[in-house]
C-alpha cells in the first residue's frame, strides 16, 4: 500500500503595514542600530496597530490569501490549527475566530501554544490527520501578535519582537513529498527563564502584576541563547542522521527567526552553508509561531519539487523541535 504523507500544497503569509525601524526604536529606548544589528540581526519589524486587533485578524489575512492562491473554498477545509502565544482571548481560541473571518464552517479547531516551536509542533500533530486518512485539507495558521506583550522601555525585548502571521495548506501526497519526519522536545525547568508570568491562573491579572510589568516578555537573555544554540543545533543535527542526510543532501535550512547568531551556530552545526538558510529576520524580527511560515512565504519562489527542508525551532518553556520534509510543488 501506497504511504500517505502530509505535504505542504500552499503557503501565505501576511505583516502588517507599520514599519518599527531601529531608527524609530532609538527614540524610544537607550539602544541604536548597530547595536542591534549586530547582536540580532533586525533592521525593521512590523507592528499591527488598531483598536481591537489581534492575531486572529492577521491570521485570517494570511488565510483568506492562501485560499485564493490555491483556488481551494472554505467549505473543503476539514480542520485549522493555529499556533500562537498570543491568543486574542483566553478563550474562544484564536483559531475559532479565524474559521468565523474566512467562512469555514462546522469544522475542528483549535489552538496550540509552544511559544517559538508552535508551527513545527501544529505541522507534526497536522499531519497525522493527513497520514491516517482522517482528514484531506488541513491549514496550519502561526500568527503572534508579539506587541500587544513587548515592554517598549524593555530594550533587551523590545527590539526583537515583530508581529506577523503565515499559513500552509496540508493534503495528501502519495509520491514520497511532505512531512517525512519530526522531533519535538520541552523542558519545563526552562520557565524561569522565558516567560509572560502574568495573566494565566497562576498569577491572574491585578493591579500589583501590572505594577510588576508581569504581563510582558520577560527573557533572561544569556540562558536563552545558551540553551537555544545547544537544543536548536543538535535537534536538527539528530533528524538529519536519523534520516540520513548531510549538509550537502539539504536544500534548506529553515529556522526560527529568533538571533542571527542561533540561525549561524545551527547552520553550522548541521554542516549547512549560509547560502541555504532562510533569513528574514532582518525585515521581521522575532514574530514566534509566525516565523517559519513567513521564511517559507518569502522563499517559496526558490523551492523546488523534492527539495529536503529541515525546520527546526526553540521557545519558551523550554520548547524544541525539528521537522524534516520533502517539498511538494
Not at 14 to 35: F, R
Not at 247 to 274: D, F, K, Y
Request: proline share 3%; aromatic share 10%; hydrophobic share 40%.
Amino acid at each position: 500500500m501506497t504511504q500517505i504523507r502530509a505535504s505542504i500544497t500552499g503557503i501565505q503569509g501576511y505583516v502588517p503595514d507599520y514599519i518599527l525601524t531601529n531608527a524609530e526604536l532609538e527614540k524610544m529606548v537607550a539602544t541604536n542600530d548597530e547595536w542591534i544589528v549586530s547582536r540580532t540581526g533586525i533592521k525593521e519589524r512590523h507592528i499591527l496597530k488598531g483598536e481591537g486587533l489581534g492575531s486572529s485578524h492577521m491570521g485570517a489575512e494570511a488565510v483568506k490569501g492562501l485560499l485564493a492562491k490555491t483556488n481551494t473554498s472554505p467549505s473543503e477545509i476539514d480542520l485549522l490549527i493555529c499556533a500562537t502565544t498570543t491568543p486574542d482571548f483566553i478563550f474562544p481560541c484564536t483559531a475559532n475566530l479565524i474559521c468565523d473571518m474566512v467562512g469555514i464552517k462546522n469544522v475542528g479547531s483549535f489552538d496550540i501554544q509552544a511559544a517559538c516551536s508552535g508551527f513545527v509542533y501544529a505541522l507534526t500533530l497536522g499531519s497525522q490527520f493527513i497520514e491516517t486518512g482522517k482528514y484531506k485539507k488541513i491549514i496550519v495558521v502561526g500568527a503572534d501578535k508579539m506587541s500587544a506583550i513587548v515592554d517598549y522601555t524593555d530594550r533587551k525585548t523590545c527590539v526583537l519582537f515583530g508581529d506577523g502571521a503565515g499559513a500552509v495548506l496540508l493534503e495528501p501526497n502519495t509520491e514520497g513529498n511532505g512531512i517525512i519526519d519530526s522531533i519535538i522536545r520541552s523542558d519545563g525547568a526552562g520557565y524561569p527563564y522565558l516567560n509572560q508570568k502574568g495573566g494565566g491562573s497562576r498569577y491572574p491579572p491585578t493591579h500589583e502584576t501590572i505594577d510588576k510589568g508581569w504581563h510582558y516578555v520577560f527573557q533572561d537573555g544569556s540562558q536563552v541563547f545558551k540553551f537555544a544554540v545547544t537544543n536548536m543545533a543538535d535537534i536538527s543535527a539528530e533528524i538529519m542522521e536519523k534520516n540520513g542526510l548531510t549538509g550537502n543532501s539539504v536544500a534548506w535550512l529553515v529556522p526560527h527567526q529568533a538571533n542571527r547568531r542561533i540561525i549561524e551556530a545551527t547552520a553550522n552545526r548541521m554542516g549547512v552553508g549560509m547560502d541555504k538558510v532562510m533569513m528574514n529576520i532582518q525585515n521581521y524580527g522575532n514574530t514566534t509561531s509566525a516565523t517559519i511560515p513567513l521564511c517559507l512565504w518569502d522563499y517559496e519562489s526558490q523551492l523546488k519539487k523534492g527539495d529536503n527542508l529541515i525546520l527546526a525551532a526553540f521557545g519558551g518553556g523550554f520548547t524544541w523541535g525539528a521537522l524534516y520534509l520533502k517539498w511538494a510543488y
